[in-house]
């Protein structure tokens, strides 16, 4: 248990960030001012609260009423229909404000402007809804003309809002699609609870309608994540510490893009059915034919009755997967394919999709079992502390390694769709080479982690330094985003 | 029912009634009942198309919020075009989804759907089997239309060959409908409809 007493110097060393230790290249100052310089998946985001959200847009919200003379309900309007984009609505509305307002259905297109039904006498209108007569301070109107009382009016919005409807309530009359600004719904809304509501889905919908804004997914969540560009890149919200794509919102996807993510899991989907079979989690040892169950992440595996060494996806011997040979990760296709019959090709597909299927699965499989080594990491640590072998701190090292591992396992299972949609080339050579090098690291660490009492922390840190450089290799050359 | 829908139903039941194209047979509404919460349409299939001469039954639900939600109209004369269900005889018409209106009435609605019999819009199906026939097999679809307004809505004079098709298979033991529905949907290969049907 030598190996694990920490010395002094040791322990000055796990007060700071590994990587500094690492970081020597860097000017110590440097490291702190741009820590995010050379990651590929930095992304520059802020985590709001709905009040802070509300005020942003009701600060765009003023600006464009104040620079086209507009009411702030009109420019929330044009705002939530032009995706919150300023610069396009000021120069349009500079250019033609009847086309900015007709195509935003804040005015109606302008030949279509409603003929006053009882236009020669004002006392004898008829609500074509109730088919009353109205007083002429019950009429209620948006800019379209059609005339209907205030009642119906208020009647109509209850019922949308019901419905889940706000921001687009339009005009009562046939064929007429102007939309009813907030300074028009709001006041004839009676119940409060009507209020509340209309206020609580407009706030969604200009969430959505707002490139910059996104719903953290998060169950229970109210937290919306602003970022000063629309990009699939990673956000793990302060709150709940949901982790996801910004631009689509879906799980984090990198390497892969958020179009390709979503054909590989609605073809995983489909497909389930024949790849159902993979989800055995049982294997025999090539060897001595043992039955094995997979109970850790690590793919290295060793049969405890005849110590044969293994991986658990080709079922070849591990030797050959020193990080030189490591091919296991590679599709290997058929040089001629082209020349077979159509049986033989929809045969080939269908194992190179599970061949890529295969380890996608097998990684997020991992990823759970390691979860459970966590687990077993704490215990273990625990033991320790108690039988007097170190403290809770010297060991607090291999809680890091389990957290990178599982960070970079996930890019790992994401390189798996993505390589399967890449064309054959000297990009996905280079692509599967490093994918390569990166999983024999990755199962290097996770077999070191499992058994750490037998490996020393310098070891084991040093694997963690490898395996990030490895990881970040792979996004700085393939994370187009 | 709220006050506001009965006034609005009743008076666009007169307005319906009272229209030119009720004198003209072209449109018609009854009572069902004497709540109008229901209502039985009637429209007269357009000339120059395969409902011609037809008349086809419409269930008409009048909802609790009423005209600020549309009705709940469905066919209930069996009908083959691409934007009524052959089997339930759902619509898919946008004035009865989100394109409603609280000014549209009864009437607007009964003269849409007579529209919507003239011109099918088979990019937006509710009945992909027939939108399917509808684009790759045209006169083929304006036959099995026709074939359906004769069967089902009141047109006397229907194709001899199709009519052989379908009691060939009643004699197999099949009901008319079942029969119909399944030659229609393979395009009256008998071979084809015999293999849906049983197997």
Request: charged share 25%; hydrophobic share 35%.
């Amino acid at each position: 248990m030598a190996a694990y007493k920490m010395s002094d110097d040791d322990m000055e060393y796990s007060d700071t960030d590994y990587d500094d230790y690492y970081g020597n290249d860097y000017e110590g100052d440097m490291d702190h001012m741009v820590p995010m310089k050379n990651d590929p998946e930095y992304f520059d985001v802020a985590c709001l609260t709905d009040t802070e959200v509300e005020r942003l847009l009701n600060e765009s919200v003023e600006q464009l009423s104040n620079s086209i003379q507009v009411t702030p309900s009109l420019a929330k309007l044009l705002l939530h229909m032009y995706n919150w984009n300023q610069v396009e609505i000021v120069a349009g509305y500079r250019q033609d404000c009847h086309r900015i307002l007709a195509s935003a259905h804040v005015k109606p297109p302008q030949s279509t402007t409603a003929k006053d039904p009882g236009g020669e006498n004002e006392g004898e209108i008829i609500c074509p809804v109730c088919l009353g007569t109205i007083a002429p301070e019950a009429v209620g109107q948006l800019t379209c003309g059609h005339k209907f009382c205030k009642d119906c009016w208020s009647m109509n919005f209850e019922v949308q809002i019901t419905q889940g409807i706000s921001t687009g309530i339009e005009c009562m009359a046939n064929n007429c699609q102007v939309l009813a600004p907030e300074d028009f719904v709001v006041p004839l809304l009676k119940r409060p609870v009507f209020k509340e509501k209309y206020q609580q889905y407009a706030f969604s919908d200009y969430v959505r309608s707002h490139p910059q804004l996104r719903f953290c997914p998060g169950p229970n969540c109210n937290i919306v994540v602003q970022a000063k560009e629309c990009r699939a890149k990673r956000v793990i919200c302060t709150a709940c510490k949901t982790q996801f794509c910004f631009k689509c919102g879906g799980s984090y996807h990198a390497p892969t893009d958020c179009e390709t993510i979503k054909r590989w899991l609605t073809k995983c989907a489909d497909d389930s059915e024949t790849a159902n079979y993979i989800s055995a989690h049982t294997k025999d040892c090539p060897k001595c034919h043992l039955c094995i169950e997979k109970n850790g992440g690590c793919n290295h595996m060793q049969c405890w009755k005849c110590k044969y060494d293994f991986c658990w996806m080709c079922l070849g011997c591990w030797k050959t997967h020193g990080s030189e040979y490591y091919e296991c990760s590679r599709y290997k296709e058929n040089p001629n394919i082209a020349h077979e019959s159509a049986h033989a090709q929809a045969r080939e597909a269908l194992k190179k999709y599970l061949h890529y299927y295969e380890r996608w699965e097998n990684h997020s499989k991992s990823l759970k079992l390691e979860e459970e080594t966590l687990a077993k990491i704490r215990a273990r640590t625990q033991n320790k502390v108690m039988a007097g072998t170190g403290t809770w701190i010297d060991w607090q090292y291999l809680l890091d390694a389990a957290a990178l591992l599982a960070r970079c396992r996930y890019t790992l299972q994401n390189t798996y769709p993505f390589a399967y949609y890449l064309e054959s080339g000297p990009r996905k050579d280079l692509f599967e080479y490093q994918q390569a090098q990166l999983e024999a690291e990755i199962e290097n660490l996770s077999w070191k982690i499992e058994r750490a009492e037998m490996t020393d922390r310098g070891d084991l840190e040093n694997q963690m330094d490898v395996v990030e450089k490895r990881r970040t290799t792979l996004l700085t050359d393939f994370l187009q985003v | 029912m709220a006050n506001i829908a009965i006034q609005r139903i009743k008076r666009e039941f007169k307005e319906v009634i009272k229209s030119d194209e009720a004198q003209k047979c072209a449109i018609n509404v009854e009572l069902v009942g004497d709540d109008y919460r229901e209502l039985r349409g009637e429209i007269a299939g357009p000339p120059d198309t395969p409902y011609e001469g037809a008349t086809f039954q419409l269930e008409i639900k009048v909802p609790e919020t009423y005209p600020f939600n549309p009705p709940k109209v469905k066919f209930v004369t069996k009908i083959w075009h691409p934007n009524i269900s052959s089997v339930t005889g759902a619509i898919c018409l946008d004035i009865l989804k989100d394109q409603w209106a609280a000014a549209m009435t009864l009437r607007t609605v009964l003269l849409s759907l007579q529209a919507l019999l003239a011109a099918a819009e088979p990019d937006d199906p509710q009945d992909a089997v027939v939108a399917k026939q509808f684009k790759e097999n045209h006169s083929l679809f304006l036959q099995t239309a026709q074939y359906w307004s004769h069967v089902h809505a009141g047109v006397p004079k229907g194709n001899s060959e199709f009519a052989k098709k379908v009691r060939c298979l009643q004699d197999m033991g099949v009901g008319e409908h079942q029969a119909l529905v399944a030659l229609s949907s393979c395009n009256w290969d008998v071979d084809r409809a015999i293999e849906q049907l049983f197997s």
